[in-house]
Nanobody
């Protein structure tokens, strides 16, 4: 079955950085589009960044320049490098895989930024 396992979340001070990882199995990673989403309490889940199988990237306008999405097809892993974090970035971050018309989600990893 498809599994997406996120890691790398945690508590960080404002201005700090974190790198999230999402290891995928059960899909053909190299032909899957991948994305990172986040959800804060009381808010809707929002797309943070995505990367196509061909390497094209998309970023939410408010995050451009601070976050970088990348992928390693050999490791079936997608990454999200987050810099200059602020309390507004506190959320559960979810990995999403889009494979053959289906969407798959990870269980999420908590990111908490203290001021």
């Amino acid at each position: 079955q498809v599994q997406l396992v996120e890691s790398g979340g945690g508590l960080v001070q404002a201005g700090g950085s974190l790198r999230l990882s999402c290891a995928a199995s059960g899909i053909i990673f190299s032909i899957s589009d991948m994305g990172w989403y986040r959800q804060s309490p009381g808010k809707q889940r929002e797309r943070v960044a995505s990367i196509t199988s061909g390497g094209r990237t998309y970023y939410a306008d408010s995050l451009k320049g601070r976050f970088t999405i990348s992928r390693d097809n050999a490791k079936s892993t997608v990454y999200l490098q987050m810099n200059s974090l602020g309390p507004e970035d506190t959320a559960v971050y979810y990995c999403k895989a889009m494979f053959r018309g289906n969407n798959y989600w990870g269980q999420g990893t908590q990111v908490t930024v203290s001021s």
